[in-house]
């Protein structure tokens, strides 16, 4: 079975301040695809990441960045000098390879206070 | 711009009436999806369809039915079997194609939210 945590329900912060959002997750398969989705106020998901099993490398976007883990089976994601647009509910999600559907994290909603 | 348009973006139903909300892509996109979403949680599966004229059912889908007769368009029919069906509802799509850069990135459309009077 797959499963995707994140154990974060909600968090708040000051802007400029970094924040990360945590997630771990659950697979047997051995080749499993991650992914990072933004939900702003508006209501549709905005895919922000796919990350692949075999490649731990970190991933930096501007302010966004990403650690991926093998070892501890986490996939977090760090906004550096957090905005007030950053506001957002934010899923992680898991997909195995040839399986045919995502599953998400229950979310994160982060508010950026100014 | 290529996309996934949902309407009614906003609908109220009366108890034991069927509702439809559509969805249309034209991303060229092969699977599509509907997801449920009730507030302060995460998205459920509802049905999904990777090819025309055939869907799975997905996570919850009692209550629920779907078409896929065009590859542009999956309708949800939320029946009067639902027995809480006040929601927002995401309608997602992707390509199938399981090696390319894109595979199983799911692209969202605004949503439609559902209120039962």
């Known amino acids: 079975a797959q499963k995707v945590t994140q154990a974060q329900t909600e968090i708040s912060v000051v802007e400029k301040e970094d924040v990360t959002l945590d997630c771990v997750y659950e697979t047997r398969d051995t080749t499993y695809y991650l992914f990072w989705y933004k939900q702003p106020p508006s209501g549709e998901l905005v895919f922000l990441i796919r990350r692949n099993s075999f490649d731990e490398q970190n991933e930096i976007s501007g302010r966004y960045s990403w650690n991926f883990q093998k070892s501890t089976s986490s996939f977090n994601f760090t906004i550096t000098a957090s905005q007030v647009v950053d506001s957002a509910v934010y899923f992680c999600a898991l997909i195995g390879q040839g399986a045919q559907k995502l599953v998400f994290g229950q979310g994160t909603r982060l508010t950026i206070n100014p | 711009d290529g996309g996934i348009t949902q309407s009614p973006k906003y609908l109220f139903r009366k108890e034991g009436q069927n509702v439809t909300l559509s969805c249309e892509q034209n991303l060229n996109h092969d699977a599509m999806y509907w997801y449920r979403q009730d507030p302060g949680q995460g998205l459920r599966l509802i049905y999904y369809?990777?090819?025309?004229?055939?869907?799975q059912k997905g996570d919850i889908a009692e209550g629920y039915s779907v078409s896929r007769e065009k590859k542009e368009s999956f309708p949800l029919t939320v029946t009067s079997a639902q027995k809480n069906p006040t929601a927002f509802y995401l309608c997602?799509?992707?390509?199938?194609?399981?090696?390319?850069?894109?595979?199983?990135?799911?692209?969202f459309g605004a949503g439609s939210r559902l209120t039962v009077l």
């Open positions: 997602a799509s992707s390509i199938v194609r399981p090696y390319s850069s894109g595979a199983n990135v799911l692209t």
């Open positions: 369809s990777q090819i025309v004229n055939d869907f």
